[in-house]
C-alpha cells in the first residue's frame, strides 16, 4: 500500500507538468484550432537559457522569472513572424510549419548547447517538506509551483480587462473585432503566455528527466493525452487531465505494463478518448447544422 500511494503522490508531481504543457496546449488550441506540437520543444529552449542563466550565476528564482519573460517575448515573436503569414493556409501547412518549429528548437538547443545530458539543480531543499515520505521535495514543490500558477492564469483570465479580451477574441473574433479588440495581438499575447507556460512546465520537469534537448518528447505526448482527456477546448478540463494521465503513467508503468514501454499508456488515452467520447470529460460538443 505504501509503494502504491508513493507512485500515486510522484505521479501528481509529473501530471503538474503535463498540466501546466496541456494548458499551453489549450491556449494556442483555442486560438487558432491547431495543436501547436512545437509547444515541447518551445519549453525545452526556455529550460536551457534558464540553466545559462543559472550556469553565468544568477540566483534560481530570479533566472526562473527572467526566463518566463523571455519565454513570453519569444512566442510572441513567433507568432508575428512565423505564425501570422500562414494565419488563412490550410490545416496541413499549419501542422507542417509547426513540425518545421520542433525541429528548429530541436537543433538550435542541440547546436548550441550540445546533444549531452546535463543536470538542472532543483531550487528546493533535499528533505522532503513537513516529513512527506511519498514525496520529494522537488515533486511538492512542483505542484505547488504549478498550483500558483494556475491560480494566477485564472485570476488573469477572469478578473483583467486583457484577460477578459483575448477570451474574447479566442471564442468569436470576428464579434471582437467590432467592439474594438485587436484581434491580432490578443493572438499574439495568447502565444507568448502559452511560451511562457510551457518555460515553467520545462523547468520543473528538467530536474527529474535531466536536461536535453529530446527531453519534452515524451512529455509532450503525455501532456497531449491529458489535454485530451480533459477536453482540448476546456483549460481546467485539461489541467485535471494532465493531472490525471501523471497518476495513471505513474501506477501503470509501476504494476502493468512497466517502466519500458510507459509511453503506450498517453498512447491508449489518446486512441481511447478520440474513439469513445472526442470532445473530452470536461469538453463541449459542438452541433452544427450542414
Known amino acids: 500500500m505504501v509503494a502504491f500511494l508513493h507512485q500515486v503522490f510522484s505521479g501528481l508531481a509529473m501530471g503538474a507538468v503535463y498540466a501546466s504543457l496541456a494548458l499551453a496546449l489549450v491556449v494556442i488550441y483555442q486560438a487558432t484550432h491547431h495543436v501547436n506540437f512545437a509547444q515541447g520543444e518551445m519549453a525545452m529552449f526556455s529550460t536551457y537559457i534558464a540553466w545559462d542563466l543559472i550556469d553565468r550565476g544568477v540566483p534560481y528564482w530570479e533566472a526562473f522569472l527572467l526566463t518566463i519573460a523571455i519565454s513570453f517575448l519569444i512566442g510572441m515573436v513567433i507568432e508575428r513572424v512565423v505564425i501570422r503569414p500562414f494565419e488563412r493556409a490550410p490545416a496541413l501547412t499549419v501542422v507542417i510549419v509547426f513540425i518545421g518549429l520542433l525541429v528548429i528548437f530541436n537543433s538550435l538547443a542541440g547546436w548550441r548547447y550540445s546533444y549531452t545530458i546535463k543536470s538542472f539543480e532543483s531550487p528546493f531543499p533535499d528533505e522532503p517538506w513537513f516529513g512527506n515520505s511519498f514525496m520529494s521535495s522537488h515533486e511538492s514543490g512542483t505542484v505547488v509551483v504549478t498550483l500558483a500558477m494556475l491560480a494566477l492564469v485564472y485570476i488573469f483570465f477572469r478578473f483583467t480587462k486583457l484577460g477578459l479580451a483575448m477570451r ?41 528527466v535531466y536536461l536535453d534537448p529530446n527531453m519534452m518528447g515524451g512529455i509532450l505526448l503525455f501532456s497531449l493525452a491529458g489535454a485530451l482527456l480533459g477536453g482540448i477546448d476546456n483549460p481546467w478540463g485539461a489541467v485535471l487531465g494532465g493531472f490525471i494521465v501523471g497518476v495513471l503513467e505513474n501506477v501503470a508503468g509501476a504494476y502493468l505494463v512497466g517502466t519500458e514501454i510507459k509511453l503506450s499508456v498517453a498512447l491508449i488515452i489518446i486512441v481511447g478518448v478520440l474513439v469513445a467520447k472526442p470532445s473530452g470529460l470536461f469538453g463541449r460538443r459542438i452541433a452544427a447544422r450542414v
Open 168 to 208: 474574447a477574441a479566442a471564442l468569436n473574433p470576428t464579434s471582437s473585432r467590432l467592439v474594438g479588440i485587436r484581434v491580432g495581438w490578443m493572438l499574439a499575447i495568447g502565444w507568448g503566455l502559452a511560451a511562457a507556460i510551457g518555460a515553467i512546465a520545462g523547468m520543473m520537469a528538467a530536474p527529474i
